[in-house]
């Protein structure tokens, strides 16, 4: 998926009215920064549990790996990375889990997020899912929900 499109897609999606966090650091599913999508079809897309699992191992390994972004890892607890990431993908993927982590503004404060960070993150991303042989239109499902998301963790 191209930037653009990407771009596009997180202006189409809003966060609808009655998901907004009352707390940020109160655990909450209307933290994950996405609602559920409908069904299970990409719940199953993605392997279900297992395969979100290897998605989200893949995908940190290569962020902490990624010469263009490891530097805003270091020092991040990266066991709690893994856990609220699956968390989340689970929640947003309707895999029937809860979202235990912050909100997305919360957990990316004061990190220094630049759009060129969250591109090299989005691509990612994208071979992480790749690697585990998610088809091309369910990709782009979990990467139009996750896209809004780019408003409240680019800081610069």
Not at 9 to 29: K, R
Not at 31 to 48: C, M, Q, S, Y
Not at 93 to 108: P, V
């Amino acid at each position: 998926m191209t930037i653009l499109a990407l771009a596009l897609l997180m202006m189409a999606q809003q966060v609808p009215v009655g998901e907004q966090p009352v707390d940020p650091y109160t655990p909450s599913n209307a933290n994950a920064g996405a609602t559920p999508v409908r069904g299970k079809g990409l719940w199953h897309a993605f392997h279900e549990q297992p395969g979100v699992d290897r998605v989200v191992d893949g995908f940190v390994d290569r962020l902490v790996a990624d010469h263009r972004i490891a530097e805003i890892f270091k020092g991040q607890d990266i066991v709690r990375l893994r856990r609220t990431l699956k968390e989340q993908f689970c929640y947003i993927l309707n895999g029937g889990c809860d979202y235990s982590g912050r909100t997305m503004t919360a957990a990316h404060h004061a990190m220094g997020i630049q759009t060129k960070d969250f591109d090299a993150l989005v691509e990612d991303l994208q071979a992480a899912m790749r690697a585990e042989h998610i088809g091309f239109r369910a990709q782009n499902r979990l990467l139009a929900k996750l896209a809004p998301m780019k408003r409240t963790t680019v800081n610069q």
